[in-house]
């Protein structure tokens, strides 16, 4: 890809990443192009479809979740790995309104253009999970699928107005219950 294609490319992905947080995943394409101040076809030939759009933004932090775990893996104690990687797979879920239903639906469609990124994702986690448990330091009851769920679960709470000022306790209470 060309320079100047790279960075309206880039452009673009930063400021659907912007009305997403704001909007949520449902956020239109005419918005985002008018917010990163292209038309829309300029939009629709970066992005075809809302999906392609998603896509390229989620696929991107995915993976840099999945090498976090591996940064951390390396720099930081089973425990502290595991909650870290924790909070930062929940902080990002939060950051994009909506992306909690969209990766769960990935999860189960190999057919998905996030599939692959989010199987990566939760295989390092259960990574991650598995070293807290061979040190003693997690309990052995879950897997990655629950640690997923959980993931999921903290992360949806701060889509629910009500519930935002708990999430954060509830996150404590979560990684608490799940270390020894």
């Keep these: 890809m060309r320079a100047d294609a790279r960075k309206n490319h880039d452009h673009l992905l930063a ?3 912007a009305a997403i947080a ?3 995943v449902d956020v239109s394409m005419r918005d985002i192009a008018r917010r990163a101040d ?11 479809t809302r999906e392609a759009l998603l896509d390229a933004l989620l696929r991107t932090n ?3 979740l999945t090498a976090r775990a591996g ?25 994009y309104r909506g992306v909690v239903a969209l990766m769960t639906a990935a999860l189960g469609d190999p057919d998905s ?9 939760r295989a390092a986690g259960t990574h991650l999970l598995a070293r807290a448990q061979a040190a003693g330091t997690a309990r052995t009851d879950i897997d990655g699928t629950d640690l997923f769920a959980l993931v999921a679960a903290l992360a949806w709470l701060g889509d629910q107005p ?9 996150f404590e209470v979560v990684a608490s219950a799940i270390l020894i």
């Design 113 to 121: 253009a996030l599939h692959a990124s989010c199987v990566s994702m």
């Design 15 to 17: 400021v659907a990443g």
């Design 22 to 24: 704001e909007q949520g």
């Design 71 to 95: 940064e951390l893996e390396t720099s930081s104690s089973p425990e502290d790995a595991l909650t870290l990687w924790l909070r930062d797979c929940v902080a990002y879920a939060r950051e």
């Design 38 to 48: 292209v038309g829309l076809a300029t939009l629709l030939r970066h992005f075809p």
């Design 162 to 170: 009500p519930l935002a000022p708990r999430a954060d306790h509830l």
């Design 62 to 64: 995915f993976d840099e």
